[in-house]
């Protein structure tokens, strides 16, 4: 069935060094990449997000890398600050549903 | 713009109950997905509805149910409740464009405790 792994499963840093999470998903039909950080007691927020048709998209110390032959997609924050400590997930859907499957997140500490 | 609200923040039910948790989307949404979310299981999906209609559902029993009004507000109800049912019950709302695979945004949840 339809599957998200998402890789490590928690993750320190020194602030300012980078951080790396990978997602691989099963469905070769998923079309669309989310990715969300959720802090203690609230929601999940949509920090970014990439489509099929693109390899990499970039917003300020925020990247997100697509290899769709590989089916792995994965987030990289630069110049981490303490501030991006939360837990990260990623998410893969496809045209025609609204359905998400989501990894299991990652629990980011970011150490000053 | 306001974002999801969702509504009660916080509820407490014994084994047995039923309870009807409610979300209203962003202005000018027109669907509206239903999560679980367990440190178990992680996030879930539930349901979507898009114009007062299922369009998508996920695997949970029939306890599990939803509707959305014309105003696209959406409740969600689980009857018979279980401990296992605790959980963060998170709604999403997307445009609802037809194609699918937008984003959604997430409301606080609700945080739903069964004894």
């Known amino acids: 069935g339809e599957n998200v792994e998402q890789h490590p499963s928690t993750l320190s840093v020194q602030e300012g060094d980078s951080a790396v999470i990978k997602c691989t998903y099963s469905?070769?039909?998923?079309?669309?990449f989310p990715w969300y950080k959720q802090e203690l007691g609230k929601g999940p927020q949509l920090i970014i997000d990439?489509?099929?048709?693109?390899g990499e998209k970039k917003d300020q110390r925020i990247a997100v890398t697509l290899n769709k032959t590989a089916k792995h997609f994965s987030l990289h924050i630069t110049e981490t600050q303490p501030e991006d400590s939360a837990v990260y997930f990623c998410?893969?859907?496809?045209?025609?549903?609204?359905?998400?499957?989501f990894g299991t997140g990652t629990r980011l500490k970011v150490l000053a | 713009k306001a974002g999801v609200t969702q509504t009660p923040r916080y509820l407490i039910k014994t084994r047995g109950q039923q309870v009807t948790l409610s979300c209203s989307p962003i202005?000018?949404?027109?669907?509206v997905s239903w999560y679980q979310q367990t440190p178990g299981q992680g996030l879930q999906f539930l349901f979507e509805y898009f114009s007062e209609t299922q369009r998508n559902k996920g695997n949970f029993p029939g306890r599990f149910s939803g509707r959305q009004f014309s105003n696209s507000r959406s409740e969600m109800n689980v009857s018979t409740l279980e401990l296992g049912d605790s959980a963060l019950y998170l709604c999403a709302s997307s445009l609802g464009s037809s194609g699918g695979a937008y984003e959604q945004y997430f409301g606080p949840g609700t945080r739903l405790t069964v004894t």
């Open positions: 990439i489509r099929s048709n693109v």
């Open positions: 202005s000018g949404h027109r669907s």
């Open positions: 469905d070769s039909a998923s079309n669309y």
């Open positions: 998410a893969a859907s496809k045209s025609g549903t609204y359905k998400y499957i």
